[in-house]
Every structure is written in structure tokens, then in C-alpha cells.
């Protein structure tokens, strides 16, 4: 699901991505601080029923103080039915975000990067799309 973000956070920020199609129909949710640093649309294969073939995926960086606010609220804003994340890294963590879960570990942490990637299963993410980086 993840398109190649270029660089590591800068100490104090996040960096991640997300997709504008993975949004429920109405939702919002603040940027705190979000500032995009680069969108990009392009053709997807494998996905689900429910996803569309055309991705728009918006790179971002945020401060670092505002990861759990902005996860709270995205876990609120995904997409039902839940095959969609949003996932984000900081210089030490890694956040990963489904519909009404987010998962935080250390970047590198396999364990943690486990759990996250088997509730994505559950949630119907196919496995090719579960290749976040930490």
C-alpha cells in the first residue's frame, strides 16, 4: 500500500502516508500540523472488492507531538470495510493505524510489526499491501 517515502523523519517529526481513498465517505480529520510532502496517483493490482484501482497517495510529515491525536482521529476516519491503514514512522517508532485500532512499536521491532500486519489480515488487507516501512 505504501509508496516510498524518500528520507527518515527529522528528529521531532513524523513521516508517513495515506491513501485518499481509504477515507469514509464524509469523514474529516485535522492535520495537526500535517504538511504534504508529495501526492502521486497511480494504477493498483490485487486489490479488494471494496478498494478501487487508482490510488492517491499523499506523503506527509507531521510533528511528532501530534501522532497520537492525528492516529486517534484516523482510526476513526478509515474506510468500512476495514482493508485500509494509514502508517506513519518517527525517528524511534512505527504507527501503524486501522479502522478503531493503531498499533505503535519500535522501528525494526518484528514482533510488533507481527501483530500489526496479522490484525491487517483480519481486517481483509491483502498481504501485498501489508508492506509498510519501519
Not at 25 to 39: E, T
Not at 92 to 99: A, E, L, M, Q, S
Request: proline content about 6%.
Amino acid at each position: 500500500m505504501e509508496t516510498a517515502v524518500s528520507t527518515a523523519p527529522a528528529t521531532g517529526r513524523i513521516r508517513g502516508v495515506f491513501l485518499a481513498e481509504s477515507l469514509e465517505i464524509g469523514a474529516s480529520f485535522d492535520g495537526h500540523g500535517m504538511h504534504v510532502i508529495r501526492c502521486s496517483r497511480y494504477a493498483v493490482s490485487g486489490t479488494t472488492e471494496d478498494q478501487p484501482e487508482i490510488w492517491t497517495a499523499i506523503d506527509f510529515d507531521a510533528p511528532e507531538s501530534e501522532s497520537e491525536p492525528l492516529a486517534e482521529e484516523l482510526s476513526q476516519a478509515l474506510a468500512r470495510p476495514g482493508g485500509w491503514y494509514v502508517n506513519w514512522s518517527s525517528a524511534d517508532d512505527t504507527t501503524v493505524v486501522f479502522r478503531d485500532r493503531v498499533f505503535r512499536y519500535p522501528r525494526g521491532d518484528q514482533a510488533g510489526r507481527a501483530a500489526a500486519q496479522e490484525h491487517g489480515r483480519k481486517c481483509g488487507v491483502p498481504e501485498p499491501q501489508l508492506d509498510w516501512t519501519d
